[in-house]
């Protein structure tokens, strides 16, 4: 094969075609040979091998030097190299690194104590302590003892010595050349792929050797791969595929496309960002495609990120940007909105502090989702999220809010009858039984359970009183307090109310109506339309249905489920950005009865946090 694939191509794509139809010990074994023979040993070639080779991948290069030179790899290496550089690599090339996977603290500070021991303390540098420690533990607790090494290093100047704190000036400063760029390269072989492709692209022409070893030998690891294109876009503010494919062409470059393509984490986010990319290329966007991706294909807000995450990775370039460049306004707000994560989502609308929009988020997420909001606000506007809701409201609203967000709301039915009616004598003790009202027991017991739990009560309350909770919370509170509270109790209904104000009257509230139905899990958006059927005697589909139009319509019915009721006229989307949403069939013009909001008594009690997927607002990065 190798001999057919010599004759039939040329030039650089031969060259890597031949890579690939070797085994990778083949492979390794004849480009360090090639880098000790002749004139000068190339030590590039020997760092990129040994430092991201497993122990396993070592000991193959090994076998095939025996079995075609009749040497070992430590007696090359040792052969073609001197000095510091010496010792480190032929310890690598012993493949005895240590591959646990748990961190031991004990053994991160104890490392870094060798590593002040060996650099700070003395003049020069402890160089077989170094390599005893780089040559010999794996990368992840490697990155742990730099982080840690700051720690030391404070601690030791508290005590009056000096010691410089960032390990890379000390690194810079102790060590240098060939023995310095390894130990970077066995701390951050993510990051050390990443600028070897980096320099293999950039400038005028490319290194095709460089890159050709950097690419063979990155995808024999296909999750590091997948590490280093996210270390090369933090990096560089690039992405590592689109960047060869500027630098590479024809076949040669659909090749590397083929490498580069390696990934180990959500295959479906992989084959379903290719398929977006297909859809914005050539004259025109697939919209039914795009459509089907983002809200079909992608089951929930995990997989929906991830194809967000893996588009920006592969081809440099946010997928809102290209959503908004294709499509029309509202039907790219939706998808943006559906392929952004949750915590992100919220994170904006809670900075606008609209009690409305506060309601709904606070009322409808879990405990831990209302955690990754703080955390993700922290992050987005540099102030916890406590104290810009403290600032901003004020009153019984503001006690209600807070100590949701303190996320200890219960999950699911978690209290018997004899709870529940305990629960609700409390509620009549400090409610309708005296004078005033004792707000401090509403709040505690209603930001501390969940609707189930509430549901509950408000059927043992009814039992007590002959009269629902929620009548009495009307009773006892006024404004955005009240309908905070009922929220408590029946959240499903208060998105109901919400859904039909976005859409009722003359025109429609496209961004609430995208907000509220982004995100939610099926079982929630399966309740939401039971209920709110029952409550306007109309389907949610048909009220979409005559409010929208065009592929915007048809995303949101296929993300509710009801596609059935969105033909799409091929003319429908190209004007949608000028029509007067809404007036439709006239079902946007319908009276929903009361503006003042209260729990249905006829609705089914929600049940939608048990089914909850704890993926569907998740923030992880890989």
Known sequence: LAKMVKKKTRSSFKRLMCGLVLSPAEYDAQQIMSSVSGVGTKESVLIDILTTRSNAQIEAINQELLRTVSKDLVRVIKGATGGKFKKIVAKLAEGNREEFHDLNPDLVHSDALAIFDAIE?????????????????????????VRHYRKVTQLVHRRGQSATHHFDMLLEKKTSGDFRRTIKALIAPEEYLAECVRNAVKGLGTDDSLLRRTM???????????????????????????????????????????????????????????????????????????????????VNARERADVADAYVLDYGRKLSKSLKSSLSKHHARFL???????????????????????????????????????????????KPLEEFLTKKLSGKFRKVILNLLDAKRTVGLTISEAKADELAQQLYGAGEKKWG?????????????????????????????????????????????????????DPINYTCDRLMASMKGLGTDDRELVRLLAHRPKAEIEAIKAAFEVKFKKSLARWIKGDTSGYYRKA??????DISLAPVDKDADDDEDNEATGSGDGLGGEDDGDDDWEGNPDRPPPTFHDDYDDGASSSATP
């Not at 952004?340 to 831990?368: G, M, N, P």
């Not at 004792?438 to 009269?467: C, G």
Request: charged share 30%.
């Open 121 to 145: 303390k003395k003049s020069g540098c402890d160089e077989k302590a170094l390599v005893g420690i780089f040559a010999v533990r794996p990368a992840h607790h490697l990155k742990a003892v």
């Open 216 to 298: 063979l030998g990155a995808r024999l690891t296909p999750l590091r791969l997948h590490l280093a294109k996210h270390a090369y876009f933090r990096l560089f503010k690039r992405a590592l595929v689109k960047d060869i494919e500027d630098d590479t062409r024809g076949n040669y470059r659909r090749a590397y496309r083929r490498i580069a393509a390696t990934h180990t984490g959500n295959m479906l986010a992989v084959k379903l960002r290719e398929a977006m990319h297909h859809s914005f290329r050539g004259i025109g966007a697939s919209k039914a495609k795009i459509t089907h991706v983002l809200t079909e294909a992608a």
């Open 336 to 382: 943006i909105t559906l392929s952004t994560r949750r915590a992100a989502v919220d994170a904006e609308t809670v900075k606008k502090c609209k009690k409305a929009q506060l309601i709904d988020i606070f009322t409808t997420r879990r405990s831990v989702e209302l955690k990754r909001l703080a955390e993700e606000f922290e992050r987005m506007y540099t």
């Open 437 to 489: 009202t004792n707000t401090d027991v509403f709040v505690n017991i209603m930001a501390r359970h969940s609707p189930q739990d509430l549901t509950a009560v408000d059927l043992a309350y009814e039992r007590l009183r002959q009269k629902r909770l929620t009548v009495a919370i009307k009773k006892e509170f006024s404004g955005d307090t009240r309908k905070l509270l009922m929220a408590c109790v």
């Open 556 to 561: 949101l019915l296929s993300y509710i489920a």
